[in-house]
C-alpha cells in the first residue's frame, strides 16, 4: 500500500516531517510540486485500505501548528480554506479517492482531540532518513 495518494488532483506528494508514528506515520506533513502544503493525519486503517484526512495549510500556519500555537483539532476543523480532504488509498483498486469534506461535516471521530498538540520532546523525523532505514 502506498503511503501517499497516486496520480490524483493533489499532485505528487512528498513527505516533509513525520510529527507520530506508530509502523507507519499516522501524522505528517506534506508538499506537492507546486509548494501546496497539506497536513495529514490517519483517520482508518484496515488491511485493504488507509483513510487519511489532509488539511491544506499555508506555511506561516504550519508553522503556527508546529510551535504550539493552533492545536491540532482546530487546524483541521478551522481549515483556512474552510474544507479538508478526505484520501482513501486502497490496496484493491489502482485509484486513490479525493472526496473534499467542509470544516463543519467533519466526522470528530476522524481527528485528534481539542488540546493535543503536536509533540516535539523528540525532533520530527525527517521521512528520507526513516525511509532509508526500512
Given amino acids: 500500500m502506498n503511503l501517499l495518494p497516486q496520480n490524483t488532483h493533489l499532485g505528487k506528494l512528498d513527505i516533509l516531517e513525520v510529527y507520530d508514528y ?9 508538499k506537492n510540486l507546486s509548494e ?12 485493504e485500505l488507509a483513510v487519511w484526512i489532509y488539511v491544506p495549510t499555508s506555511r506561516g500556519r504550519l508553522e503556527d501548528i508546529r510551535s504550539g500555537t493552533i492545536d491540532l483539532h482546530d487546524a483541521f476543523v478551522k ?3 474552510g474544507f479538508v480532504y478526505k484520501v482513501i488509498i486502497d ?4 485509484t486513490d479517492t479525493i472526496e473534499p469534506i467542509f470544516c463543519e461535516d467533519l466526522n470528530q471521530e476522524w481527528l485528534p482531540i481539542a488540546g493535543e498538540f503536536i509533540d516535539f520532546s523528540q ?12
Fill in 79 to 81: 481549515s483556512e480554506d
Fill in 22 to 30: 506508530y509502523d507507519l506515520p499516522c501524522l505528517f506533513s506534506c
Fill in 123 to 134: 525532533e520530527p523525523l525527517i521521512w528520507e532518513k526513516i525511509s532509508s532505514i526500512r
Fill in 36 to 47: 501546496h502544503i497539506f497536513l495529514a493525519i490517519l483517520s482508518e486503517l484496515t488491511k
Fill in 91 to 94: 490496496v484493491n483498486n489502482s
